[in-house]
T-cell receptor, first 113, second 114 residues
Framework: SQQGEEDPQALSIQEGENATMNCSYK?????LQWYRQNSGRGLVHLIL?????REKHSGRLRVTLDTSKKSSSLLITASRAADTASYFC?????????????FGKGTLLTVNP | NAGVTQTPKFQVLKTGQSMTLQCAQD?????MSWYRQDPGMGLRLIHY???????DQGEVPNGYNVSRSTTEDFPLRLLSAAPSQTSVYFC?????????????FGPGTRLTVL
């Protein structure tokens, strides 16, 4: 079964507004990654946060991780029309002998000009 | 670098046919994997490899075979296509075999099984 679940499933905002997406997961993880997928394309890595980190920034992106609640959030500030895409969280859970990265179902973000 | 390449981009098969989806990377990555993406289901891991000669099953391996004879190539074989295998297939690779490495994705293969 999939490890991460994003919320909301869809989000529509105006250009310039901030967008917040959440990810919840079920078991202990080593790290959590966020990816973006533009329509009809492959996924592109955005940011990785380790289990011992609480917050990380990259440009207009801010990611937080709360391991006690098994959740993460991705904040995109001052959104642009080009940010329109699906956003996925992916977790590398700490159990098992081999590395497996499992993805959630994604949040579809629409930024209206 | 071309990154991760996948061929073909589109394919239509009849039920029972077999075919191979090709995936190659030129970044000398150890880890390669195959995912399928279905509407409302996100990405599900089919098979993965932590190096040449080593493969393992993911979440949804039934109906698919893989092999990894070289570092660069990781083909996915559909043995006897079924309509339930209609999906978009993504190949991905990463430098290392731990979750601390970002995945690089190919552009995908859109497969329809009639």
């Amino acid at each position: 079964s999939q490890q991460g679940e994003e919320d909301p499933q869809a989000l529509s905002i105006q250009e310039g507004e901030n967008a917040t997406m959440n990810c919840s997961y079920k078991t202990s993880i080593n790290n959590l990654q966020w990816y973006r997928q533009n329509s009809g394309r492959g996924l592109v890595h955005l940011i990785l946060i380790r289990s011992n980190e609480r917050e990380k920034h990259s440009g207009r992106l801010r990611v937080t991780l709360d391991t006690s609640k098994k959740s993460s959030s991705l904040l995109i500030t001052a959104s642009r029309a080009a940010d329109t895409a699906s956003y996925f969280c992916a977790t590398d859970y700490s159990g098992g002998s081999n590395y497996k990265l499992t993805f959630g179902k994604g949040t579809l973000l629409t930024v209206n000009p | 670098n071309a990154g991760v390449t996948q061929t073909p981009k589109f394919q239509v098969l009849k039920t029972g046919q077999s075919m191979t989806l090709q995936c190659a990377q030129d970044m000398n990555h150890e880890y390669m994997s195959w995912y399928r993406q279905d509407p409302g289901m996100g990405l599900r891991l089919i098979h993965y490899s932590v190096g040449a000669g080593i493969t393992d099953q993911g979440e949804v391996p039934n109906g698919y075979n893989v092999s990894r004879s070289t570092t660069e190539d990781f083909p996915l074989r559909l043995l006897s296509a079924a309509p339930s295998q209609t999906s978009v297939y993504f190949c991905a690779s990463s430098l290392g075999t731990s979750g601390y490495n970002e995945q690089f994705f190919g552009p995908g293969t859109r497969l329809t099984v009639l």
